[in-house]
Structures are given as structure tokens and as C-alpha cells.
């Protein structure tokens, strides 16, 4: 997932500060357990599977909104397109 | 599993950046759960998505208001309805039951008001393009008549000849009040002598009696003053005439053009500022008149306000069917209603409300409408929270303009329905299906398919 990532400074509160360009984002409580495990190099399937167990999302939904959520990273440029 | 799925979003902080959207609340949208106290899920799974819904109330209420601004400062005044903004037989019906005459602009909405029990006298014909056939039925049937053009003159004289009566009838005039665009297309100018010579042609003629005058100065004016002006232009117009030629002009028609509160697209206050209240319309109406009128004369006025009673009345409820993030980072959300059925969605922001509480910050997003053209863009700032697919949004005020402006383009109409004032729910347009639209075709018999 890319150098950036790692090194965004992320805290429990979902405060989210980029030291390259000082940006700072905020995001809620599944956004942040998504970065934390794309930090960590965790997959798309076990992704999903803590949004379906920790959330109760239907898994489906889930996968939909990962994807989503990856276009928005991308967006901001905090991950690389493809 | 202890906390609640919640869609995943991130917002970049603007630091020292207020909302660029200037009007909607960054946290939260607002919620309508119901309609007149007729839920949303209710109405949808009666009649389905998507769902025009107008309200009898809100209608009654609005035509009170309007009609109350005016008679409690001018003895004598009639609201005629226009057609135009909407047509629908059930609404119409309402307006005319609350006393409103009606104002067509084409024999289809002359006819239109003839079924619905409209007698030709209650009724004033507008409009640039007046079939010959179209002016014998309204001289025959004693419509007051508003001429556009010379030919049209000359038209009236003929069917005069004809039918053996002498119309009364009423000439457009179009004007400078200050106000762009200035609708000149319409009858004869003001300012260049033009309505002058349509005056004297019609005394020249000797077969038309001059009982009335009318302007419409354009649409969703928001300048009172520009009223004013055109009321003290149309009673000395009036004054001239009665003295030169002896004709009495019976009628002062005004015309319509009042906003409803709807967001203008470019102006940037809420409707609620920058809208001003229909008192203030009719105070410069009726002091124009009370202050230039002779004594003890007191001519109809006539009003044809369409969108400012209608409007307000109406709206839409659309499903979100699909989700897509745009490159440039907004949410897009495909609904199942577009600008084939939503005319107005060319001039308005509308208010869009969700029909549930949806946790989430607000973000900017787009909502397109179902169809595979680019043009399908319905709200391009909207500024709402991440939606689920199946969520309602409810559009207002979309009561002028769209249930007659809309056309059958790629999908079916939806059907229209009407919230009573006890709360009941009727039908009043059933949604379209393919019978509409192949009953007036034909295939020639070499064409046809084979079986
Ligand atoms: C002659 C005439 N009268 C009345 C109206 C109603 O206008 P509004 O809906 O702006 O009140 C129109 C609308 O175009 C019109 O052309």
C-alpha cells in the first residue's frame, strides 16, 4: 500500500496527520480500524471480516465500502492509484 | 460486535476554511420521515419510487394566502389560474374549487379547463400562437381574450364577422421595469409607441371592443418594485385609451411571475432572505393602482401567479439505487429519478431531505438521475452523509413546472399522488407504462415483426 501510509500519524480519535505535506484528515471509527490494518498489510478479506465481526456490517456492504473508502484514500493521494 | 457499522469515511481539515457550500450544515441532513403525517415508506411501497406527492394543504393554504395579500388591499381582484405551471386535473380542481378562473395559453389547456367545468367567461386565452379555430371557440364561448400579435387583430375581426359577436378582448403589452431578461417577445412594447398602434388599429377596425390591458413581466421576480412600475404603465396606458378612443378598460392584468421559496442556482442566500413575501408584492401592486386610478374607479385586477402557490406544494421522493466515488474524490449517487421528470432541476438547488438518520459526517457529493445521458445531473453540491442504496431522498418544493414540463424520455413517468387534508392518499396520475407510449404508433405491415 505504499510508503505514505506508513507514515501517517493516526490517533485513537481518528485524527489523522500527514508529515509529508501537513495535511490532517479526520475519519470515524470503521475508517480508522481500515487504516490501521492497511498500516499493518492486512488484505482485502481480512479487512472485510473485521468490518462484518466488529461492526456487524453485512459482508457485502462491507467489501462495497472498503472499495469506496480505498478511492477516497486514493483521492487524497494518502495511497498509490493502480 | 459492540459498535454500530457506520459507512467508512475521511474529510481532509480545511484549517480556517468555513463551508464553500455556504447553506447546508456540514454534520447531518435533514431528516423528513413523513409528509403531511403520511410516512415516506408508506407512500413508496403504495405507489412506488419514484413518487411526486402533492400536498392539498400546503396548496389550499398558499392560494389563501396569495388571494388574502391582494383583496385586503384592492376591492377587486381575481386570481386565474395558470394552467401552465400545472395542469393536473385534481389540482386544478382544487385551485378552482378555492375561486381561481383559469388562464390557458393553447386550445389543448382551453379544452383542458372546459372539462373541468369552466365556463368560456371564466376563462383568459393567452399566448403568441392562437389557432383561428381556437379563437371561434373562445368568441363563441365569451373567453376574455389577450391579444400577442396584429395578425392576431385581424384574426379576431374575421371570427367577429363570423360568429356574429363582438369580442371583448385585452392586449399584451411588454415593457421596461427594470427587470432582465425583459420578456419583448411577447404582445406589443410599450416604450416604442407598438401598443399605441395596436390600439389605434383595433379602434380602426371598429369589431373589437378594447375592455382590458395585460403584461406578464417574466418569472421568479424578485424585485417587487419592478411591479409597481409596471401597474402605474398599464393604468395610464389605460387612462390614454379610455380618453382618446372611449374605450373603458375594465381590466388591469398584471400577470404572474411571484418566486416561491425555492434556491434560485447564483443566488446564494437561503429562499427564506432573499425571497421576499407576497405583501410586498401586492403592496406595490395595489398602491400603484390606489395612487393612479381616478376616483371612484376601481378596474378588476387580475393575477396569474403560478409557481409562487403551486410550488411549494409539491415533492419528490427518489430512491438511491447505486454509489460511486468520482475521480475527483466526490461521492456520485445514482437515483432512480432524473430531469426528464424534474424540469426545474435546470434553475433550483433544491431542499433535499433523507428519509432516516444516517450516521456519518457530510460530505459533497453529486446526485445523478437514472438516465444514460450526461446531462441527468439533478443536485451537483449536494452535502450529505455517506447513504445506504434504498435510502429516500425527498426533493422540494418541485410543484410548479414539472408535472407539465416533463416528458417521457428513456423511462416511464411516475405516477402523482394526493395527500388530502384528513390525511387521506389518492391517485391522481397513474404511472405510465408501455401503452403510452406505442398506442399512437403504427407499423407499416411490411415492418412488422414476424411471428
Ligand atoms: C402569461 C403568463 N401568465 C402567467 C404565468 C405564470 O408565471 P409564474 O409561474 O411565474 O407566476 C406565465 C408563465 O410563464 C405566463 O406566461
Known amino acids: 500500500m505504499g510508503d505514505r501510509l506508513t507514515k501517517l500519524a493516526i490517533s485513537d480519535e481518528g485524527f489523522i496527520f500527514d508529515p509529508e505535506t501537513g495535511n490532517s484528515y479526520t475519519t470515524n471509527p470503521t475508517g480508522l480500524l481500515i487504516l490501521r490494518m492497511l498500516k499493518e498489510g492486512k488484505g482485502e478479506e481480512e479487512i472485510v471480516k473485521a468490518l462484518t465481526e466488529e461492526f456487524g456490517a453485512e459482508e457485502e456492504e462491507a467489501r462495497r465500502d472498503l472499495y469506496d473508502f480505498l478511492e477516497q484514500l486514493r483521492a487524497y493521494g494518502l495511497v498509490e492509484g493502480v | ?451
Open chain 2, 1 to 451: 460486535m459492540a459498535r454500530r457499522y457506520e459507512k467508512p469515511v475521511i474529510h481532509r481539515l480545511h484549517v480556517g476554511h468555513t463551508n464553500k457550500f455556504g447553506f447546508a450544515s456540514p454534520y447531518g441532513a435533514k431528516v423528513r420521515k413523513s409528509i403531511d403525517g403520511v410516512p415516506i415508506e408508506e407512500l413508496v411501497s403504495r405507489f412506488g419510487s419514484p413518487l411526486f406527492v402533492f400536498s392539498e394543504r400546503r396548496l389550499r393554504q398558499k392560494f389563501r394566502e396569495v388571494k388574502n395579500a391582494f383583496t385586503l388591499r384592492y376591492p377587486h381582484v381575481e386570481l386565474s389560474w395558470s394552467y401552465k405551471t400545472n395542469y393536473l386535473d385534481a389540482i386544478v380542481a382544487i385551485l378552482h374549487s378555492e375561486g381561481a378562473t383559469a388562464e390557458v395559453v393553447s386550445e389543448f389547456e382551453y379544452e383542458k379547463a372546459r372539462r373541468m367545468g369552466i365556463p368560456g367567461s371564466k376563462i383568459i386565452y393567452n399566448g403568441p400562437y392562437k389557432p383561428i379555430d381556437s379563437l371561434r371557440v373562445a368568441v363563441s364561448e365569451g373567453a376574455r381574450i389577450n391579444i400577442d400579435t396584429f395578425e392576431e387583430i385581424a384574426d379576431l375581426e374575421r371570427v367577429a364577422d363570423e360568429v356574429g359577436k363582438r369580442p371583448k378582448v385585452a392586449i399584451r403589452v411588454n415593457m421596461d421595469t427594470g427587470i432582465y431578461p425583459r420578456w419583448s417577445r411577447f404582445g406589443f412594447n410599450y416604450e416604442s409607441g407598438q401598443a399605441w398602434d395596436a390600439v389605434k388599429r383595433i379602434a380602426l377596425g371598429g369589431k373589437l371592443d378594447l375592455v382590458g390591458l395585460h403584461c406578464h413581466i417574466g418569472t421568479f421576480i424578485l424585485k417587487p418594485e419592478a411591479y409597481e412600475i409596471e401597474t402605474r404603465k398599464l393604468v395610464e396606458l389605460a387612462y390614454r385609451i379610455e380618453d382618446e378612443f372611449g374605450f373603458k378598460i375594465e381590466y388591469i392584468d398584471v400577470g404572474g411571475g411571484f418566486p416561491s421559496r425555492n434556491r434560485l442556482k447564483g443566488i446564494y442566500l437561503p429562499p427564506e432572505v432573499a425571497v421576499p413575501p407576497i405583501e410586498e408584492y401586492a403592496e406595490r401592486i395595489t398602491t400603484a393602482l390606489l395612487n393612479n386610478l381616478r376616483p371612484g374607479d376601481y378596474p378588476l385586477l387580475i393575477l396569474e401567479s403560478g409557481r409562487a402557490i403551486v410550488d411549494e406544494a409539491g415533492f419528490l421522493i427518489t430512491t438511491v439505487h447505486a454509489t460511486k466515488r468520482l475521480p475527483d474524490g466526490r461521492r456520485g449517487y445514482v437515483l432512480d429519478a432524473g430531469v426528464n421528470i424534474l424540469f426545474t432541476a435546470f434553475w433550483y438547488h433544491f431542499n433535499v431531505e433523507v428519509d432516516r438518520e444516517v450516521s456519518g459526517g457530510a460530505e459533497p457529493c453529486v446526485l445523478y438521475g437514472p438516465l444514460c445521458m450526461n446531462i441527468d445531473v439533478v443536485e451537483d453540491r449536494a452535502h450529505l452523509p455517506p447513504l445506504p442504496r434504498g435510502t429516500r431522498l425527498i426533493l422540494s418544493p418541485v410543484g410548479a413546472y414539472n408535472v407539465t414540463q416533463w416528458m417521457q424520455f428513456i423511462r416511464y413517468r411516475p405516477a402523482v399522488v394526493l395527500i388530502g387534508e384528513n390525511g387521506e392518499v389518492d391517485l391522481i396520475r397513474e404511472a405510465e407504462d408501455i401503452s403510452d407510449i406505442v398506442s399512437r404508433e403504427r407499423v407499416p405491415e411490411r415492418l412488422k415483426p414476424k411471428s
